[in-house]
Each structure stands twice: as structure tokens, then as C-alpha cells.
């Protein structure tokens, strides 16, 4: 005889709190005010290569190999929907490869592994007999990252087992340094250097010693930067993730060259390279504003030389700063641009016209006084012009590393002899060592570890 459906069907209770209750009327079991605790094997068996875990009658596998395993299989389910936790209780290395899927009774077979130290949900599927793996990711990556950023010295090893995020933060640049070799297939390692921007990481030249690819030739990870490997096990190699191809930067370009006429728009959504082809030299020109801080965009015009595209004069139009100063991009050349999303402007990052540098150059050719400064900020070409022969010029202190600085005297007869290097910033100047003469230039290079311009 049926019976009537019950939200308390059957229930289990200390006369104070309900445990375990039947709802037949919703057609829910309920398990409340307690926990959930299925049956573990009673050991940990040390298992083999080919050899098989057991399942029937356990919710939770315990196994410990001695060593990496392969060829493993998992014990065919009994019930449908069943589910058992795989435990790998061994060290990290010690992993568990499973054998191809029709051996196995994994679905995903010889791609399924279980580092050492972690655990596996597996659900049988009685239509297709075979076992499948939950996935472990919700929402976001969470990697495990390593306790403390270990104070690595030069031939150091940055350890990757069981670690996701791998931290280190060198009191200095080092070199040399060893990569440990991964432990499962696809590993991913993240590498964080924590220290100052100069304490650089630098590997081992020789692949087979730093364990990683190409490492003659993988730049320095430098401070306050990270960098993230993959582990090929074919190889024995972990693999730097960028965005170099062939040594090359290979962002994505557009599909063709549009032939853009006078007042055009320039494409940059989801593209890094945006080629253009004007049928002549052409005007007014605008760029799409961009769509993330930092976003670049190199702006190809495969056109002939003199068909030359010219931005709109004004920088919230154009949305490129200084526009009306900003030299026209000739055929057969290209120019990259930076987007700031601060002032929805792109910025021109250096300018190639008919293949010659052009710099920015100072407004106008300062009358340099004796004992005078010579602007650097924010200029490529300082000009002067001096009255008459001037004596312990300064040239200004640089403001970033590398930064290069011409300094023109249009003066048609004065010269301009510098400061002593404590107060002009010239490397090697002894007070008027270095003679700037009239209607002539002079190349500097800063660097920023000496703090010192250097004659070129």
C-alpha cells in the first residue's frame, strides 16, 4: 500500500537535533547537524606499475607507490553514480599515471595523473564503464605557492615540487640558477622574483643543467617581475610561456591592409598589428581608442613611401598625444603606439621618418650661460645657442637608464666647454675635456647605475 509523501519520513535523531532525515515529499535525503564521513581503505597499499586500486566497497582509495608509477588502473565501479576519492599520501614526485582508458577504466587515461600528496574525485559511469575525473579548478587558478621566497644565491635551485607559484627574492642579480625538473606532464610553475628590480635571476647556460629550454638565450627574470614555465616530460624540459615566436614578438595583426582615406579611423580592437594601404598621402587621421590599460598597437603602412598618413592636430580627436607634432607615418615604415588608459591617449613610441630616427627636440635653442644647465628631461635633441664661449656647462642628470640626448649648438662661432664630471654628470669630463664647437653635436648615453652621461 502507498504511502502518503512525508517532508519527516524517516528521520534519525537525538531527541534534540535531527541527523538524518527522508523527505519523500520534496524527494530529498537530508544529512544535518553532522558530517559526511565514507569509508577509507584500511591501508595505504604501495602500489606498482600496471597495478590496480581498489574501489568496491571504499569511498576514499589510499595509495602510497614507493616511486613515479605508470599503467595504472582503477577498479571498475560498481554502481552507477559511484563515487571514490583517489589518495596519493607519497611524496610529491611520486606520481600515478593512469593506463589508456580501456585498460584503465579512467576516461581520460595516460592524461590523468596524481602528483604525490594530492587527491582525485572520480565518478563511475555505468553506460560507459569507465571512471571520470572531477575538475579541480572553481571559479579561478588557485596555485599553491611556496612558504617563503627563498634568498637564492648565483647556481642556486628554485624548487617547483609541489608548488605552483615558486618565490624567491635574491639580495643581488644571480646567475647560473637551476630550474627543478618537474614532476608531472604539463606541470606549471610560476616563477615570482620579490626583489628589487635589479636582482636579477639568470639561468644556467646549459639546458640539461637548468633543466630549462633554451636557456642560453632566456632573458633574465628581473626583480619585481615573474615569469611562468610549462614542464615537457618528453624533454625533460621546462618551457618559458611568452609571446615570442622565433625569438620574434608575434601579436596578432589584422586580416588586411585597409585602404584608409582622409579622416579615417584607425582599427585597434583585438589586434596588435593594424595594417593600412592608402592609395595616397592622406590626413586627419584617427586612432579606435584602445580598450585596456598598457594595450600596444603597431600601425603598418604597406603603402609607398609618399603615401604617408597624417594624424588629426588635435589629441582628443585623433586620441593620440601630441598629434600636431606627432610626424606623419611614411609608407614602407610602421610605428608602435602605448595606450594610457589615465588620459584615453595613445602614445607614440619612438618615430622612424624614411627610415631616420626623429626625437623630440626643445622648443627653442637656449642662449647657455657660463655655469649653465642644458635641459635633458623629456628632450632627444637639446638645442643652444651661447652668446659666447661658455665654460662649466652642466648637462642635466638623466632620468631613466640607456636614455640617449644630442646636444646641437646652432651658434655659428661659440662654443661650450663642460663642468668637471661630479658637476656636469659626463663621464670621463675634466673641464673642458669635451668641446661642444659651434655649428656641431654631441651624443649622450645615460646610465643609471653610475648616474653619469657617457660621450658617444
Known amino acids: 500500500m502507498a504511502e502518503i509523501p512525508n517532508v519527516n519520513a524517516q528521520t534519525v535523531s537525538d531527541g534534540l537535533l535531527v541527523f538524518w532525515n527522508i523527505d519523500t515529499l520534496n524527494k530529498h535525503a537530508q544529512l544535518t547537524n553532522a558530517d559526511l564521513a565514507i569509508t577509507q581503505s584500511a591501508t595505504a597499499p604501495v602500489v606498482a606499475s600496471a597495478g590496480t586500486i581498489t574501489t568496491a566497497g571504499v569511498g576514499v582509495a589510499r595509495v602510497a607507490p614507493s616511486a613515479a608509477r605508470s599503467g595504472i588502473i582503477l577498479q571498475a565501479g560498481t554502481q552507477p553514480g559511484q563515487i571514490v576519492l583517489v589518495v596519493n ?14 585498460t584503465s577504466n579512467v576516461a581520460d587515461g595516460v592524461n590523468d595523473v596524481i602528483p604525490g600528496l594530492q587527491a582525485r574525485l572520480y565518478v563511475w559511469d555505468s553506460i560507459t564503464s569507465l571512471w571520470y575525473a572531477t575538475p579541480q579548478v572553481a571559479n579561478v587558478v588557485s596555485l599553491t605557492q611556496s612558504g617563503s621566497a627563498a634568498v637564492i644565491v648565483s647556481t642556486n635551485t628554485i624548487t617547483t615540487a609541489a608548488v605552483g607559484v615558486a618565490r624567491v627574492a635574491p639580495a643581488a642579480a644571480v646567475t647560473g640558477i637551476i630550474l627543478q625538473a618537474g614532476t608531472v606532464a604539463g606541470q606549471m610553475v610560476l616563477v615570482v622574483n620579490e626583489a628589487a628590480q635589479g636582482n636579477s635571476v639568470t639561468f644556467n647556460t646549459t639546458p640539461a643543467t637548468a633543466n ?31 609571446q615570442l615566436v622565433g625569438g620574434s614578438v608575434a601579436p596578432l595583426q589584422s586580416a588586411t591592409a585597409v585602404a584608409i582615406a582622409n579622416s579615417g579611423a584607425i582599427a585597434t580592437a583585438n589586434i596588435g598589428v593594424s595594417r593600412l594601404n592608402p592609395a595616397s598621402a592622406v590626413t586627419a587621421i584617427t586612432m579606435a581608442a584602445g580598450t585596456y590599460p598598457g594595450q600596444m598597437c603597431l600601425v603598418v603602412n604597406e603603402a609607398a613611401q609618399g603615401n604617408s598618413i597624417t594624424f588629426n592636430t588635435t589629441p582628443a580627436t585623433a586620441k593620440v598625444a601630441d598629434s600636431a607634432n606627432c610626424s606623419p607615418i611614411d609608407g614602407l615604415s610602421s610605428r608602435l603606439f602605448v595606450w594610457d588608459s589615465s588620459t584615453s591617449l595613445w602614445y607614440a613610441q619612438s618615430q622612424l621618418t624614411a627610415g631616420a630616427v626623429v626625437s623630440q627636440m626643445s622648443a627653442t635653442a637656449v642662449a647657455t650661460l657660463d655655469n649653465g644647465t642644458v635641459a635633458t628631461a623629456g628632450i632627444g635633441v637639446s638645442r643652444v645657442s651661447p652668446a659666447g664661449n ?67
Open 212 to 242: 630549462v629550454a633554451d636557456s642560453a638565450n632566456c632573458s633574465p627574470i628581473d626583480g619585481l617581475s615573474s615569469r611562468l614555465f610549462i614542464w615537457d616530460s618528453g624533454a625533460s624540459l621546462w618551457y618559458a610561456q611568452s
Open 89 to 102: 599520501q607519497s611524496a610529491a614526485a611520486n606520481t600515478l599515471t593512469f593506463d589508456v582508458s580501456g
Open 390 to 456: 661658455r665654460t662649466g656647462c652642466i648637462l642635466a642628470a638623466g632620468t631613466y637608464g640607456a636614455q640617449e640626448v644630442w646636444v646641437v649648438n646652432e651658434s655659428s662661432a661659440n662654443t661650450i666647454s663642460w663642468a668637471t664630471q661630479a658637476t656636469s654628470h659626463i663621464a670621463g669630463e675634466a673641464g673642458g675635456t669635451y668641446v661642444l664647437a659651434a655649428k656641431s653635436a654631441q651624443k649622450f648615453v645615460y646610465d643609471s647605475s653610475t648616474s653619469l652621461w657617457y660621450k658617444g
